[in-house]
């Protein structure tokens, strides 16, 4: 009778918590179907040791980045069977998303840096979410489309007063470099519970121009404006905006006010102030991997899941959230 009682008073406290990550798994691969290769063979050792670090966090809802996309998301499918998860999502992303024109202005056409966003090929290091409760997909709201210069204050870089790298450049670039998206959750006792998505491009490998950084910073700030009611339609109550924003708010070449802004902002909350989520040997240990839940929320546990070499540079991390 005890432990009958335990095990229900378990289900009862697993029903009212909510358990929300995100992980740059690094899962990418050289090309595409190789991610699903690996997948099947399941062989990979970083792989494995990927797939331990995410099924030991036993999140209800993950955000996850660094996964290959693909027209069918085979490669997720078979990423949520393997590691239990009834329900996935993913939507086509600019990565590797090739255009006719000279994005990076080197000089050169067809290159990984001239698509919407970096990418050797289409889909290659994309993001996607797991979850075990039910993704209301017909509901989902994909920002990914959205043309840099469309966001208000947009920091459009320049050299001599004129676009980089073209006016022509600047008419088709799109601020995502992977996707921004609201997608919204049905949980059984909480109800609808809004994910907010991103995975911004490293505000690095440019010029004086600060092209990356200054997309780096307008993909976080791109939340601000979304909070503010710029573009479609904000949840009310009951969201968490987490993703990786390669953007720490004191360390490192990005732009941090984005990030500062976000951080300070009263509709959300940060759980984990000043914690590193990664090491890089260029920089050391930096921040810029967050969950950020609603204010609505209680937060009731929260970590930053010690990074294991052999899986992924970046931490898991997770928080717990309660009504």
């Known amino acids: 009778m005890i432990a009958l009682c335990l095990c229900l008073l378990s289900s009862i406290s697993a029903a009212d918590t909510l358990r929300v990550a995100t992980y740059n798994t690094e899962l990418s691969r050289k090309g595409p179907g190789l991610l699903l290769r690996d997948l099947s063979a399941r062989k990979d050792p970083r792989l494995l040791a990927a797939l331990t670090v995410i099924a030991n966090a036993k999140a209800d809802v993950i955000a996850l980045q660094g996964i290959d996309y693909d027209l069918q998301n085979l490669a997720l499918a078979a990423l949520a069977d393997t590691l239990g998860y009834?329900?996935?999502?993913?939507?086509?992303?600019?990565a590797g998303l090739m255009t006719p024109l000279d994005l990076d202005g080197n000089g050169r056409l067809g290159e990984a840096a001239d698509a919407q966003g970096y990418g050797r090929f289409f889909g290659q290091g994309s993001m996607a979410i797991l979850s075990q409760h039910p993704i209301l997909t017909d509901e989902v709201q994909d920002f990914s489309t959205l043309l840099w210069r469309?966001?208000?204050?947009?920091?459009?870089?320049?050299?001599?007063?004129?676009?980089?790298?073209?006016?022509?450049a600047q008419a088709i670039q799109r601020l995502s470099s992977h996707g921004h998206w609201a997608v919204p959750i049905q949980h059984p006792t909480m109800g609808r519970v809004t994910i907010l998505t991103y995975h911004a491009t490293p505000p690095v490998f440019d010029g004086p121009e600060d092209r990356n950084g200054k997309r780096n910073h307008d993909e976080t700030a791109f939340w601000s404006r979304y909070l503010d009611g710029a573009f479609g339609t904000v949840p009310e109550d009951r969201f968490v905006l987490m993703?990786?924003?390669?953007?720490?708010?004191?360390?490192?070449?990005?732009?941090?006010?984005?990030?500062?802004?976000?951080?300070?902002?009263?509709?959300?909350?940060?759980?984990?102030?000043?914690?590193?989520?990664?090491?890089?040997?260029?920089?050391g240990p930096m921040r810029v991997d967050y969950v950020l839940p609603s204010a609505d929320w209680r937060v009731t546990t929260a970590q930053v899941t010690p990074a294991i070499p052999d899986a992924s540079r970046h931490s898991l991390v997770w928080v717990d959230l309660a009504r």
């Not at 204050?153 to 006016?167: I, R």
């Not at 990786?244 to 959300?268: E, F, V, W």
């Open 86 to 94: 009834p329900h996935f999502f993913a939507a086509p992303p600019n």
């Open 150 to 168: 469309e966001l208000p204050m947009a920091l459009l870089p320049q050299v001599n007063g004129k676009p980089f790298p073209s006016a022509e």
């Open 243 to 283: 993703g990786d924003a390669n953007l720490d708010p004191n360390t490192g070449d990005g732009i941090g006010r984005a990030i500062d802004s976000l951080l300070s902002d009263p509709r959300l909350q940060d759980p984990l102030p000043m914690q590193p989520t990664v090491t890089f040997s260029q920089t």
